[in-house]
């Protein structure tokens, strides 16, 4: 079965992991904060914990941090678990980001943060909101979220440039993965100190188990994610509870962090991620080439909306809007390839935060019943791409 992920790992990630030494984080997050042309590099466990403490350090409570209503639910979690409200904002069509109009109507004196997300890799006019800020006379503290989107640019300048910090994830399912992981880069010197202090008086040690599991979930990945034996892995994750604390991030009803979210990222994980920064500009460019070609391919489908083709993306995944997900991922599974959907919530709509919903939210709901991820991981054949064009094709060719 043709996996909907991948991470890009060979022998090297191994022999990493093993020799890590103990400036293994300090050297990964300079190493990272260098790659993406910022100054300072902060590394946690999870990206979602980097989110927490950065709100923390800046002394952010009780107020509003506006977000989008479509986006990754564990982000939402950390603002409310860091003592502030989540203000969802619905989302823009062309490019699955904050309205930028809806956002400018959202502001008010309860604003403290914007969380700016570029979804699936697909960047925004963040510039635009820089100025929305300038002209709102706030002091609004401005985070890129760069979890889908570690390269993207707007205008010819990287996103995680254009704001106060940007927030990046490291974890199976992105660019580069270090198994677990993420990391807050900034060109504030303030910022920095304020972060570091923060993480290094309340986060602890990794503990020697924890350093055993991910050395283990490494050595499972390439196991699990070998064509010949994903079909395994596939079965077990739809069937099962077995890789359920692998591949169930969040729960429905219930606002929580990870048991371990106040841990630091051992060594084992930063060896891992320096060897991954090395293969970015490959990973980024393969990802751009697969987009393009299911761009020009596709082209013709009958279905809401087309993969987007837009400039500075990085296409962590690539985006179909349709109807009838569910039996399209049958139909693709029976083909012997697995479909994606990555985001099949709109937040304000789930039952934990719900009591955050201020009005409806309608192109996020959209989105959360009708987007599919394609397969656009770097390891795809010319064959693989071929069987996903023809299947996909197809299918929709067969329903009209």
Known sequence: MIPRIKPYFNHKEIFAAFRAGHNAVEEFEKKAASKFKTKYGVAFLYGRSGLYALLKCMGIKDSEVIMPAYTCVVAANAVAYSGNIPRFVDISLDNYSMDLDLLEKALNNRTKAIIGTSLFGYPYDADRLKEIIKRSGREILLIQDCAHSLGAECNGRLLCNIGDAALFAF???????????????????????????????????????????????????????????YGITNFLERNTAILDPITKYYKEDVIDMPKDFLDKLPAVNAGIGDIQLDKYDAIKDTHRAIAKLYSEELKNLKVIALPR???????????????????????????????????PYAIPYMKAHKKYKIGDYPNSLLCSQNIINLPCHPSLSRNELSRIIRCTTDYFTDES
């Open 171 to 229: 974890s199976i399912n992105k660019e580069i993965s270090s198994i677990y992981g993420g990391m807050i880069v900034t060109n504030s010197e303030e910022i920095y100190e304020r972060l570091k202090k923060y993480r290094d008086g309340n986060f602890g040690a990794p503990s020697v188990s924890q350093k055993l599991k991910m050395l283990s979930l490494l050595l499972t990945s390439y196991t699990a994610f070998f064509n010949p034996f």
């Open 309 to 343: 083709m837009i400039e500075g993306a990085t296409y962590l995944y690539c985006t179909l809007l349709i109807n009838n997900r569910e039996r399209f991922t049958k139909y693709m599974r029976k083909k012997g390839i697995q479909i994606g959907d990555y985001i």
